[in-house]
């Protein structure tokens, strides 16, 4: 049980981390879900259900939802306006 909860931990480190310097703002919303998935799982090794129901529609469902949603609408912004290439909303950094 102890090397299940450190291997999820060690995926959830992962996430984070890949998560935090991800330049693609998609790849940051997929990774965040990622990582409220884990979380979830590892509640459940933890025996709290009822948490890792609250992070699974929460935290992968809703919030990844409404963070696909706000790129989507600013990426309609962005076009139009007319910019001509990609801002801020597709790539964090250069």
């Known amino acids: 049980m102890d090397t299940i909860i450190t291997i999820l931990f060690i995926f959830l480190l992962i996430c984070a981390v890949a998560a935090s310097i991800a ?21 459940i090794v933890m025996e709290s259900p009822d948490l890792a129901i609250t992070e699974a529609a929460v ?10 949603a706000t790129l989507k609408r600013i990426d309609q912004i962005d076009m ?3 910019t001509k290439e990609i801002t801020t909303t597709r790539k964090l950094r250069k």
């Open 80 to 82: 139009q306006a007319g």
């Open 59 to 68: 935290g992968a469902g809703v919030t990844g939802i409404l963070f696909y």
């Open 23 to 43: 330049k693609d703002s998609l790849v940051c919303i997929v990774l965040f879900s990622a990582y409220s998935l884990v979380m979830a799982i590892i509640w």
